[in-house]
């Protein structure tokens, strides 16, 4: 069941991605893009479920993705802005670029902790996919503004910027009170994810910042665009697993 859900909304994205740029088949984009959202997050679901009471770990690559579309058809929803198209295939491509992870470099990891059934175990790794999809968004309209000169993109990048840095924060501090409550320590600094999961809150910290001062325009267009890369390879690309391919097609229920 689980693979089967995998499968169906990396292909429903990957539709939605080829549909989204042409005007005339924007509408079918958006809702393939919905319906492919809703089978991710029942994908969410299931892996949850299963996993209970131990915590599903290494979901970086497929958990994203339906938040990052729900946050791109919100934020390019209203037809006047320039790039909106673009900006929503850039959305539908990343989703299924994740998706594609997932398939090839699958990973299932589960923490035999009676501690991971805590509300902060939970809340930590929510918190950390609402952060990814919202840093990518900002990324994305890094991106469009380098591309479009678009006058909107800039806050919009500090929107996005301020919501993945919010979300981001309380994913520290609830993994921080998860970790203590269960190993007596609030963080494990010789765990590599740990540290770029720091890296990457200094590294949104200092950007933002740069938005808020209103200092070097160019330079911080650029550096929102360089979150798109920074996201996938310190972020994401932890949570892979090793190479499957062709996938396995096997137990798919």
């Not at 996993?51 to 339906?66: I, L, N, Y």
């Not at 990457?200 to 911080?220: E, K, N, V």
């Not at 979150?227 to 062709?246: F, S």
């Amino acid at each position: 069941m689980e693979k089967i859900l995998l499968y169906s909304w990396t292909v429903i994205f990957g539709l939605a991605f080829f549909l989204a740029l042409p005007s005339k088949t924007g509408p079918a984009s958006t809702n393939l893009a919905k319906l492919g959202a809703l089978v991710a997050l029942g994908y969410i679901f299931v892996r949850y479920y299963r996993a209970w009471p131990m915590t599903p770990m290494f979901m970086g690559s497929v958990a994203v993705a339906p938040f990052l579309v729900i946050f791109g058809l919100i934020t390019f929803s209203k037809g006047s802005l320039p790039g909106r198209n673009l900006g929503r295939g850039l959305v539908f491509f990343l989703a299924f670029f994740l998706g594609i992870l997932a398939t090839v470099w699958p990973k299932d990891f589960y923490l035999p902790f009676l501690k991971t059934a805590s509300i902060f175990s939970q809340a930590h790794l929510a918190f950390n996919f609402l952060g990814k999809a919202a840093f990518l968004i900002s990324g994305i309209w890094g991106l469009l503004a380098l591309l479009t000169k678009n006058p909107k993109a800039d806050s919009q990048i500090r929107l996005w910027l301020a919501v993945g840095f919010v979300f981001w924060t309380m994913s520290m501090l609830t993994g921080e009170v998860w970790s203590y409550l269960g190993w007596g320590l609030p963080v494990v600094w010789d765990e590599a994810v740990i540290v770029c999961f720091m890296a990457t809150w200094f590294f949104y910290t200092a950007l933002l910042h740069l938005f808020l001062t209103g200092r070097h325009p160019a330079i911080r267009q650029i550096l929102a665009a360089s979150g798109l890369i920074w996201i996938v390879v310190i972020n994401i690309l932890p949570d892979l697993g090793p190479t499957r391919w062709p996938p396995e097609l096997s137990g798919l229920w």
